[in-house]
């Protein structure tokens, strides 16, 4: 299980910056890891408290203040960017800082979590940061979501559980797993799929999420 672990850490935290966002705050390896090792972390608002919390400074803190504690607004105001926009959500302004620097390698973490429609609407713009030229990844306790388009290999192990969600793809095919693809219109159709070996492959025309989900992440 730690070779896996290592496949994982390899292959998918090769970040420029990561977003913490203001769900539950990680408690799995990985994704703890990956904040410990940032060379960049951006804060979503009130996100910034519990990491604040731990000892740590964040970069930036992104949002308008109003989940924020009051002693980190006044102790953090110089990092605070303050960004009016109310059509996007703090994780969507903290991905479009990054990519104004130029930082497109971007892993997101505390994404998850405390409400579920606030999960559900973080998992889905990932597709808008892939389409706006961000390589992102979101990590969780319990797997990764990766925002796909086109045909794309990914490293693995038998019985891995792999979900695939489906937004524009069209002739979704799959190699190396048990079950077949379609171009499913409904979310739940391509969620708990199966990895019959050490690498699978979904060929498509078009975007797609795969999430892959492994105990060896915890």
């Not at 990914?154 to 171009?183: C, E, M, W």
């Not at 690498?199 to 989900?213: P, R, S």
Request: negative net charge; proline residues 4%.
């Amino acid at each position: 299980m730690k070779d896996e672990l290592s496949i994982f850490n390899s292959q998918y935290s090769m970040n420029e910056a990561v977003v913490l966002a203001n769900g539950e705050y990680p408690t799995a390896p990985l994704p703890l890891k990956i904040l410990a090792e940032a060379p960049y972390v951006v804060c979503c608002d009130g996100g910034a408290d519990e990491y604040i919390r731990r000892g740590n400074t964040p970069d930036a803190i992104i949002g308008d203040g109003d989940s924020l504690s009051d002693e980190n607004r006044r102790k953090f105001g110089h990092i605070l960017h303050r960004i009016s926009d109310q059509e996007t959500n703090d994780q969507t302004k903290a991905v479009n800082f990054l990519l104004a620097q130029g930082k497109r390698y971007i892993a997101i973490i505390g994404a998850t979590g405390k409400r579920e429609d606030h999960t559900l609407g973080n998992i889905s713009l990932l597709i808008d940061y892939l389409r706006a030229g961000a390589d992102v990844r979101t990590y969780t306790d319990y797997g990764i979501f990766i925002p796909c388009r086109g045909t794309r290999t990914f490293p693995s192990h038998p019985r891995q559980q792999v979900s695939i969600i489906n937004f524009t793809a069209r002739g979704l095919h799959g190699k190396g797993l048990v079950y077949p693809l379609s171009d499913f219109t409904n979310w739940w159709q391509g969620t708990l799929n199966e990895c019959t070996d050490t690498e699978f492959t979904i060929e498509a025309e078009g975007e797609y999420l795969v999430f892959l989900n492994d105990t060896v992440l915890r």
